[in-house]
């Protein structure tokens, strides 16, 4: 099980920029298809965005789409989400996942084998 660190959350006001990073340990980050979750209070964890091995390859869910951009570093086993235009409805406990067989395509929390423990962002309005 590969070992996920998530940091960069915080408080920021609507309009604002945040970059999250999830931290990889070991050496077999490069192998992994790389996903970001969120879970806002009462809801279920959703989909935000994912990221192919070599990073070729990203997707999106609707909401998010022209406002985050996900990228990954594997020399730094570290992945990244830059979120611009933050909304107040983009507030959750944002979750970095490993797929760890490899493949893409799949955008369901439960094919993802490791998670990170989340780190909060507060949009306030």
């Known amino acids: 099980q590969v070992q996920l660190v998530e940091s960069g959350g915080g408080l920021v006001q609507a309009g604002g920029s945040l970059r999250l990073s999830c931290a990889a340990s070991?050496?077999?980050?490069?192998?992994?298809?790389m996903g970001w979750f969120r879970q806002a209070p009462g809801k279920e964890r959703e989909f935000v965005a994912d990221i192919s091995r070599g990073g070729s390859s990203t997707y999106y869910t609707d909401s998010v789409k022209g406002r985050f951009t996900i990228s990954r570093d594997n020399a730094k086993n570290t992945m990244y989400l830059q979120m611009n235009s933050l909304k107040p409805e983009d507030t959750a406990v944002y979750y970095c996942?490993?797929?760890?067989?490899?493949?893409?395509?799949?955008?369901?929390?439960?094919?993802?084998?490791?998670w990170g423990q989340g780190t909060q962002v507060t949009v306030s309005s």
């Open positions: 996942a490993a797929l760890t067989d490899g493949s893409y395509g799949s955008r369901t929390n439960a094919d993802f084998t490791s």
């Open positions: 070991g050496r077999t980050f490069r192998r992994y298809t």
